[in-house]
Protein backbone atom coordinates (compact mmCIF):
# COMPACT_ATOMS: atom_id res chain seq x y z
CA UNK A 1 0.00 0.00 0.00
CA UNK A 2 1.45 3.54 -0.92
CA UNK A 3 1.06 5.86 2.33
CA UNK A 4 2.12 8.92 1.79
CA UNK A 5 3.25 11.54 4.20
CA UNK A 6 2.50 14.85 4.27
CA UNK A 7 4.08 18.22 5.84
CA UNK A 8 1.19 20.07 7.83
CA UNK A 9 1.10 23.76 7.58
CA UNK A 10 2.42 25.60 10.49
CA UNK A 11 2.12 29.68 11.25
CA UNK A 12 5.58 31.09 11.70
CA UNK A 13 7.61 27.81 10.93
CA UNK A 14 6.62 25.86 8.01
CA UNK A 15 8.28 28.52 5.24
CA UNK A 16 10.46 27.86 1.83
CA UNK A 17 13.47 26.79 4.47
CA UNK A 18 11.95 24.09 6.00
CA UNK A 19 9.46 23.27 3.98
CA UNK A 20 12.37 22.11 1.28
CA UNK A 21 14.18 20.56 3.44
CA UNK A 22 11.67 18.44 4.83
CA UNK A 23 11.02 17.33 1.17
CA UNK A 24 14.78 16.65 1.16
CA UNK A 25 13.94 14.15 3.52
CA UNK A 26 11.20 12.34 2.15
CA UNK A 27 8.04 14.50 2.27
CA UNK A 28 5.36 13.44 -0.20
CA UNK A 29 4.01 16.68 0.14
CA UNK A 30 3.97 19.85 1.95
CA UNK A 31 1.53 23.45 2.53
CA UNK A 32 2.80 26.85 2.80
CA UNK A 33 1.74 29.12 5.80
CA UNK A 34 -1.23 30.19 5.82
CA UNK A 35 -2.03 33.55 3.60
CA UNK A 36 -4.48 35.98 4.20
CA UNK A 37 -7.10 36.31 1.13
CA UNK A 38 -8.15 39.36 1.71
CA UNK A 39 -4.16 40.79 2.32
CA UNK A 40 -3.44 38.85 -1.28
CA UNK A 41 -6.66 40.78 -2.70
CA UNK A 42 -4.97 44.17 -1.52
CA UNK A 43 -1.06 43.27 -3.18
CA UNK A 44 0.03 42.79 0.34
CA UNK A 45 3.48 41.98 -0.32
CA UNK A 46 4.28 40.41 2.93
CA UNK A 47 1.46 37.94 1.48
CA UNK A 48 2.85 37.47 -1.37
CA UNK A 49 5.78 36.04 -0.24
CA UNK A 50 4.26 33.72 2.22
CA UNK A 51 2.70 32.31 -1.05
CA UNK A 52 5.83 31.90 -3.23
CA UNK A 53 6.88 28.33 -4.08
CA UNK A 54 9.88 27.20 -5.21
CA UNK A 55 11.53 24.40 -7.37
CA UNK A 56 13.07 22.51 -4.45
CA UNK A 57 9.61 22.17 -2.65
CA UNK A 58 7.18 20.45 -4.72
CA UNK A 59 4.49 19.01 -4.81
CA UNK A 60 2.84 21.68 -2.42
CA UNK A 61 -0.08 23.44 -1.91
CA UNK A 62 -0.77 27.01 -1.54
CA UNK A 63 -2.58 27.74 1.73
CA UNK A 64 -5.67 30.83 1.75
CA UNK A 65 -8.07 31.52 4.24
CA UNK A 66 -10.90 34.26 4.62
CA UNK A 67 -14.52 34.28 5.06
CA UNK A 68 -15.19 35.75 1.61
CA UNK A 69 -15.73 33.93 -1.56
CA UNK A 70 -14.65 36.50 -3.53
CA UNK A 71 -11.37 37.44 -2.03
CA UNK A 72 -10.53 34.02 -2.12
CA UNK A 73 -11.20 33.03 -5.58
CA UNK A 74 -9.37 36.22 -6.82
CA UNK A 75 -5.69 34.81 -4.44
CA UNK A 76 -6.21 31.49 -5.87
CA UNK A 77 -6.31 33.06 -9.26
CA UNK A 78 -3.14 34.95 -8.58
CA UNK A 79 -1.26 32.49 -6.96
CA UNK A 80 -2.13 29.57 -9.55
CA UNK A 81 -0.49 31.76 -12.02
CA UNK A 82 2.84 33.37 -9.76
CA UNK A 83 3.47 29.92 -8.22
CA UNK A 84 2.74 27.19 -10.21
CA UNK A 85 1.07 24.80 -6.80
CA UNK A 86 0.12 21.64 -7.36
CA UNK A 87 -2.73 22.55 -5.64
CA UNK A 88 -4.84 25.21 -3.40
CA UNK A 89 -5.33 24.43 0.08
CA UNK A 90 -8.24 26.22 2.22
CA UNK A 91 -8.07 26.78 5.68
CA UNK A 92 -11.34 25.74 7.73
CA UNK A 93 -9.03 24.36 11.27
CA UNK A 94 -6.97 26.82 12.43
CA UNK A 95 -7.91 27.33 16.08
CA UNK A 96 -5.74 30.53 16.68
CA UNK A 97 -8.25 33.40 18.43
CA UNK A 98 -7.47 35.82 16.25
CA UNK A 99 -7.86 33.71 13.03
CA UNK A 100 -10.93 32.63 14.30
CA UNK A 101 -12.26 35.76 15.83
CA UNK A 102 -12.09 37.00 12.22
CA UNK A 103 -14.38 34.73 10.64
CA UNK A 104 -11.68 32.46 9.32
CA UNK A 105 -10.32 29.13 10.49
CA UNK A 106 -12.44 26.45 12.36
CA UNK A 107 -15.07 29.29 12.82
CA UNK A 108 -16.08 28.46 8.95
CA UNK A 109 -17.15 25.39 10.62
CA UNK A 110 -19.97 26.50 12.20
CA UNK A 111 -21.62 27.36 8.88
CA UNK A 112 -21.04 24.61 6.36
CA UNK A 113 -23.29 25.97 3.79
CA UNK A 114 -20.39 28.70 3.36
CA UNK A 115 -17.59 26.04 3.86
CA UNK A 116 -19.71 24.98 0.36
CA UNK A 117 -19.50 27.90 -0.97
CA UNK A 118 -16.07 29.18 -0.57
CA UNK A 119 -14.86 25.68 -2.12
CA UNK A 120 -17.09 26.24 -4.99
CA UNK A 121 -15.72 29.47 -5.43
CA UNK A 122 -12.09 28.80 -5.90
CA UNK A 123 -12.67 25.78 -7.54
CA UNK A 124 -14.42 27.97 -10.23
CA UNK A 125 -11.32 30.26 -9.88
CA UNK A 126 -9.13 27.71 -10.54
CA UNK A 127 -10.84 24.89 -12.76
CA UNK A 128 -7.44 23.16 -13.41
CA UNK A 129 -6.05 22.51 -10.24
CA UNK A 130 -7.04 20.78 -6.98
CA UNK A 131 -8.62 22.52 -4.06
CA UNK A 132 -8.14 20.77 -0.69
CA UNK A 133 -9.47 21.73 2.67
CA UNK A 134 -8.31 21.67 6.47
CA UNK A 135 -10.73 21.28 8.76
CA UNK A 136 -11.38 20.30 12.75
CA UNK A 137 -13.47 17.60 14.52
CA UNK A 138 -15.57 20.97 14.84
CA UNK A 139 -15.95 24.03 16.82
CA UNK A 140 -16.53 22.20 20.52
CA UNK A 141 -18.29 18.31 22.08
CA UNK A 142 -21.54 20.06 21.09
CA UNK A 143 -20.78 20.84 17.18
CA UNK A 144 -18.58 18.17 16.31
CA UNK A 145 -19.65 18.54 12.59
CA UNK A 146 -16.35 17.01 10.36
CA UNK A 147 -18.40 15.20 8.59
CA UNK A 148 -21.42 17.48 7.50
CA UNK A 149 -18.70 20.04 6.39
CA UNK A 150 -16.89 17.47 4.41
CA UNK A 151 -19.65 16.48 2.48
CA UNK A 152 -20.06 19.87 1.31
CA UNK A 153 -16.75 20.48 0.32
CA UNK A 154 -17.06 17.59 -1.43
CA UNK A 155 -20.37 18.40 -3.20
CA UNK A 156 -18.63 21.81 -3.47
CA UNK A 157 -15.63 20.02 -5.83
CA UNK A 158 -12.92 19.50 -2.95
CA UNK A 159 -10.55 17.00 -4.58
CA UNK A 160 -9.15 15.79 -1.15
CA UNK A 161 -10.19 17.18 3.00
CA UNK A 162 -7.61 16.89 5.66
CA UNK A 163 -9.17 16.48 9.30
CA UNK A 164 -7.31 17.39 12.48
CA UNK A 165 -9.08 14.93 15.08
CA UNK A 166 -9.49 17.73 17.74
CA UNK A 167 -11.74 20.40 18.01
CA UNK A 168 -11.27 24.07 18.62
CA UNK A 169 -12.17 24.20 22.00
CA UNK A 170 -9.13 21.45 22.49
CA UNK A 171 -6.54 22.90 20.66
CA UNK A 172 -3.89 20.33 20.74
CA UNK A 173 -5.06 18.69 23.60
CA UNK A 174 -6.16 16.34 24.43
CA UNK A 175 -5.34 12.76 22.20
CA UNK A 176 -6.76 13.69 18.81
CA UNK A 177 -9.94 11.13 17.64
CA UNK A 178 -9.05 9.03 15.41
CA UNK A 179 -12.77 7.70 15.26
CA UNK A 180 -14.05 11.26 13.92
CA UNK A 181 -11.06 10.90 10.93
CA UNK A 182 -12.66 7.39 10.23
CA UNK A 183 -16.08 8.62 10.17
CA UNK A 184 -15.14 10.87 7.76
CA UNK A 185 -13.15 8.61 5.80
CA UNK A 186 -16.59 6.37 5.25
CA UNK A 187 -18.88 9.12 4.14
CA UNK A 188 -16.28 10.55 1.61
CA UNK A 189 -15.34 9.50 -1.82
CA UNK A 190 -12.78 11.76 -2.13
CA UNK A 191 -9.28 11.14 -0.40
CA UNK A 192 -8.84 12.28 3.35
CA UNK A 193 -5.56 12.95 4.96
CA UNK A 194 -5.13 11.85 8.82
CA UNK A 195 -3.96 15.10 11.56
CA UNK A 196 -3.18 14.93 15.10
CA UNK A 197 -0.13 12.85 17.27
CA UNK A 198 1.75 10.89 14.57
CA UNK A 199 5.50 11.64 15.94
CA UNK A 200 6.64 8.12 15.05
CA UNK A 201 5.83 5.03 12.61
CA UNK A 202 3.78 3.30 15.15
CA UNK A 203 1.40 6.60 15.50
CA UNK A 204 1.98 6.80 11.63
CA UNK A 205 0.52 3.22 11.16
CA UNK A 206 -1.90 3.57 13.88
CA UNK A 207 -3.61 6.16 11.75
CA UNK A 208 -3.59 4.87 8.45
CA UNK A 209 -5.06 1.61 9.59
CA UNK A 210 -7.29 2.75 12.16
CA UNK A 211 -8.87 5.86 9.57
CA UNK A 212 -8.38 4.49 6.62
CA UNK A 213 -6.94 7.67 5.37
CA UNK A 214 -4.80 8.30 2.68
CA UNK A 215 -2.42 10.70 3.51
CA UNK A 216 -0.79 11.26 7.16
CA UNK A 217 0.00 14.59 7.67
CA UNK A 218 3.01 15.51 10.65
CA UNK A 219 3.36 18.75 12.45
CA UNK A 220 4.68 19.56 15.16
CA UNK A 221 6.81 16.24 15.34
CA UNK A 222 9.02 17.44 12.60
CA UNK A 223 9.58 20.45 14.65
CA UNK A 224 13.55 20.29 14.83
CA UNK A 225 13.55 16.84 12.94
CA UNK A 226 12.85 17.62 9.36
CA UNK A 227 14.25 13.73 8.63
CA UNK A 228 11.15 12.15 10.55
CA UNK A 229 9.77 11.24 7.37
CA UNK A 230 12.24 8.99 6.45
CA UNK A 231 12.12 7.43 9.99
CA UNK A 232 8.67 6.55 9.50
CA UNK A 233 8.35 6.18 5.77
CA UNK A 234 11.57 3.35 6.60
CA UNK A 235 8.54 1.48 9.44
CA UNK A 236 6.10 1.72 7.07
CA UNK A 237 8.08 0.01 4.74
CA UNK A 238 9.44 -2.57 6.82
CA UNK A 239 12.92 -1.08 6.18
CA UNK A 240 16.21 0.37 8.26
CA UNK A 241 16.84 3.48 8.30
CA UNK A 242 19.22 5.24 10.96
CA UNK A 243 19.02 8.68 12.12
CA UNK A 244 21.28 11.71 11.62
CA UNK A 245 24.20 11.76 14.63
CA UNK A 246 24.36 14.64 16.60
CA UNK A 247 26.99 16.38 14.44
CA UNK A 248 24.78 15.30 11.24
CA UNK A 249 22.31 17.07 13.00
CA UNK A 250 24.03 20.31 14.08
CA UNK A 251 24.82 20.44 10.28
CA UNK A 252 21.37 20.05 8.84
CA UNK A 253 20.20 22.89 12.08
CA UNK A 254 23.22 25.05 10.38
CA UNK A 255 21.93 24.66 6.29
CA UNK A 256 18.67 25.26 7.50
CA UNK A 257 19.43 28.50 9.31
CA UNK A 258 22.00 29.62 6.32
CA UNK A 259 18.67 29.15 3.92
CA UNK A 260 16.42 31.34 6.55
CA UNK A 261 19.43 34.30 6.61
CA UNK A 262 20.01 34.09 2.83
CA UNK A 263 15.86 34.39 1.94
CA UNK A 264 14.76 36.84 4.59
CA UNK A 265 18.10 38.67 5.72
CA UNK A 266 20.42 37.56 9.04
CA UNK A 267 17.71 40.24 11.27
CA UNK A 268 14.73 38.54 10.65
CA UNK A 269 15.82 35.00 9.96
CA UNK A 270 17.72 35.22 12.93
CA UNK A 271 15.02 35.54 15.35
CA UNK A 272 12.97 33.42 13.60
CA UNK A 273 15.39 31.29 14.62
CA UNK A 274 16.33 30.97 17.82
CA UNK A 275 12.98 28.50 18.06
CA UNK A 276 14.24 26.62 15.43
CA UNK A 277 17.43 25.90 17.54
CA UNK A 278 15.94 25.05 20.74
CA UNK A 279 13.34 22.31 18.76
CA UNK A 280 16.84 20.57 17.04
CA UNK A 281 18.28 20.52 20.50
CA UNK A 282 15.75 18.62 22.46
CA UNK A 283 17.14 15.73 24.21
CA UNK A 284 20.70 16.88 23.86
CA UNK A 285 22.62 17.25 27.10
CA UNK A 286 22.90 20.84 28.38
CA UNK A 287 19.94 21.87 26.00
CA UNK A 288 18.29 24.86 28.48
CA UNK A 289 21.60 26.77 28.54
CA UNK A 290 22.07 26.20 24.80
CA UNK A 291 18.80 27.61 24.63
CA UNK A 292 19.09 30.60 26.63
CA UNK A 293 22.30 31.15 24.73
CA UNK A 294 20.37 30.87 21.16
CA UNK A 295 17.95 33.71 22.06
CA UNK A 296 20.61 36.21 22.28
CA UNK A 297 21.88 34.73 18.66
CA UNK A 298 21.38 38.03 16.33
CA UNK A 299 24.18 36.92 13.11
CA UNK A 300 24.91 33.98 11.79
CA UNK A 301 28.64 34.61 12.52
CA UNK A 302 27.27 33.79 16.02
CA UNK A 303 25.48 30.30 15.53
CA UNK A 304 29.09 28.03 14.52
CA UNK A 305 30.45 28.52 18.02
CA UNK A 306 27.49 28.04 19.54
CA UNK A 307 27.12 24.22 17.17
CA UNK A 308 30.71 23.75 18.60
CA UNK A 309 29.69 24.03 22.10
CA UNK A 310 27.02 21.71 21.74
CA UNK A 311 28.95 19.42 20.13
CA UNK A 312 31.83 19.24 22.66
CA UNK A 313 28.99 18.26 25.22
CA UNK A 314 27.16 16.03 23.13
CA UNK A 315 30.56 13.72 21.11
CA UNK A 316 28.93 11.08 18.55
CA UNK A 317 29.16 8.25 19.92
Same mark, same amino acid.
Given at each position: $?????????????? %????????? !?????????? *????????????????? =?????? @??? =???????????????????????????????? *???????????????????????? &???????????? @??????????????????????????? =???? =?????????????? +???????????????? @??????? &???? %??? !??? /? *???????? *???? &????? &????????????? !?????????? !??? $??????????????????????????????????? /?????? +???????? @???????????????????
Amino acid at each position: $MNRKLALAPMAGVT %DHAFRALCI !SFGADYCVTE *MVSAKAMQNKDRKSLRL =AALAPD @EHP =AAIQLFGDDPEALAFSAKRVAALYAPEAIDLN *MGCPAPKIAAGGGGVSLMRNPKLC &GALVAAVKKSVP @ELPVTVKIRSGWDDTEKNAVEVALRCE =AAGA =AAVAVHGRTRAQMY +RPPADLEIIRAVVDAL @EIPVIGN &GDVT %DGP !SAA /R *MFDETGCR *MVMI &GRAAL &GKPWIFKEIAAYL !SNSEYTPPSI !SER $MKIMEQHIETMCHEKGERIAMREARKHIGWYLAGL /RGAAAF +RRRAVALC @ELRELHPLVQDILKENPDQ
